[in-house]
């Protein structure tokens, strides 16, 4: 990709287009300066829209929403982070509890109380990415699957 003109060019670029004498083109001031005339007109525009000629989304705003954008996903990376990790939090809970028991206890009757120290009533159904592999998109499973997946196993001798 080629490097960007500084921006001092571009405004200055910008200007002299813009005060052009009669019969001088966009295309013959683009030559001059060594930019396409296509690149000018794309200056030209984002010029009138920060200067409120024209309606539109200004460059301080773009780079507003850019940044508001990034830390919202970073805010969202966050926040699946500590649901994990809250979810993991509740199947140690629940696999300790159920070792302790030699596996007798149920492990559904054990979840639910894992869940209600660490939830709100409704709230129950955490979940976890078993692959972040992108071959695998739809690899998941709750912590009742695992659960299910203790009881079928056989307790220890």
């Known amino acids: 990709m080629p490097k960007p003109y500084p921006e001092e060019f571009r405004e200055d670029v ?5 005060n052009r004498g009669p019969g001088v083109t966009v295309e013959q001031v683009a030559k001059d300066f060594g930019v396409h005339p ?22 301080q705003e773009s780079t507003e929403l850019r940044e508001a954008r990034q830390r919202i996903k970073l805010l969202e990376q966050e926040n699946e982070v500590l649901r994990r990790a809250a979810a993991l939090e509740i199947l140690w809970i629940v696999l300790g509890q159920w070792s302790a028991s030699d596996g007798q206890e149920d492990p559904g009757k054990l979840l639910d109380t894992a869940f209600a120290a660490f939830s709100t009533p409704g709230a129950i159904r955490w979940t976890l990415r078993c692959s972040s592999s992108s071959s695998q998109p739809n690899t998941r499973a709750t912590i009742r699957q695992v659960v ?10």
């Open 14 to 18: 910008v200007r002299v287009a813009r």
């Open 38 to 59: 296509m690149t000018l007109w794309k200056w030209m525009r984002r010029a009138d829209i920060d200067d409120e000629a024209k309606p539109g989304i200004t460059s």
């Open 148 to 157: 299910r997946l203790l009881e079928r196993r056989p307790a220890p001798a």
